[in-house]
């Protein structure tokens, strides 16, 4: 299993924003192989921190979907919104 976090810093807009932009992630995602699974997070500090958790079945499928043009036009929707660039956090779960 391969286990992606994924942190933005948004704006107020782009909080708002954030449950309706994965729910569009999680519909367009389930298509992709080897997906498992799509969460929203919420962190408990931080009022301008907004997380995300994809799984895959393998880190391969997992860069299919990072590569997809799905994936960057989603981005699209969200990046006007970032007050600070974001990195996604790769891991193997075992």
Known sequence: MFVTLVE???DPEGRELFPSWVEKLR???RGYPGFV????MTPTDGPDRTMFM???DTQENTQR???SEDRQELLKLITPHWTKPFLPLPFFAA
Not at 37 to 40: I, M, P, V
């Open 27 to 29: 519909s367009l995602v």
């Open 65 to 67: 979907w990072a590569d």
């Open 8 to 10: 933005f810093y948004l």
């Open 37 to 40: 699974d799509a969460r929203r």
């Open 54 to 56: 994809l799984l895959f």
